[in-house]
């Protein structure tokens, strides 16, 4: 399992969605492959995941920069923000429970119950189990991770609104779906499910 997708990878998982869902074709025309995101440290990407919660992309973007601002480096690590009091982490924009989940996090780093290693060579299955633990880290915070830090190609991040609303669109449903019905529409896209939600986020974009 590699920790993020590479070219050739990603390059296959295009192809095989637009083979399987031919009705994606203008929508990868438009909108080319999926980015190979930069690796960052679990940590770093799993702080983002909690921070971003129930935020929109700019507003997070601004609360990221202010928590990142708080600590010594260039890059959060688990020691720095348990060092860091809580209050003091609330300056930056981030709500008690979030700052809370923070340190939560970085406890579970720092005390090795959460190794990067492990996490980046663990299947999709046993990383829900090992972060399902954490405060403030649940299904859909899970996802994400799998898909933007671990390259995972074959997610379908079913409590994603934007993915939800992406399939009724896609599929032309009176509403939304829903698990069953995502897992059951989205089967053609296996094993590239990562790639074909990726889509349904960019179908939402240009409907507004």
Not at 10 to 35: E, S
Not at 186 to 193: G, Q, V
């Amino acid at each position: 399992m590699s920790p993020a997708p590479d070219a050739a990878t990603r390059a296959a998982g295009v192809a095989h969605v637009a083979a399987a869902d031919p009705r994606l074709g203008p929508l990868i025309a438009r909108h080319g492959a999926p980015p190979v995101r930069r690796r960052r440290h679990p940590f770093e990407s799993l702080a983002r995941a909690i921070i971003s919660q129930q935020l929109g992309t700019a507003a997070a973007a601004t609360i990221w920069g202010r928590f990142v601002a708080l600590l010594p480096g260039a890059a959060p690590r688990p020691a720095a923000v348990l060092a860091t009091p809580v209050a003091r982490l609330r300056t930056a924009g981030v709500s008690g429970a979030k700052a809370a989940a923070l340190h939560d996090l970085a406890a579970h780093f720092d005390d090795g119950r959460l190794r990067p290693r492990r996490l980046l060579a663990a299947g999709d299955d046993d990383v829900r189990a090992a972060l399902l633990p954490v405060r403030g880290i649940g299904p859909w915070s899970i996802d994400m991770f799998l898909i933007f830090a671990l390259g995972r190609p074959d997610i379908l991040p079913v409590g994603d609104l934007g993915v939800r609303r992406g399939m009724q669109r896609h599929f032309r449903l009176r509403g939304l779906p829903d698990e069953a019905r995502m897992t059951r529409l989205a089967a053609p896209w296996r094993p590239f499910r990562s790639v074909g939600a990726w889509y349904m986020w960019r179908l939402v974009e240009e409907g507004g």
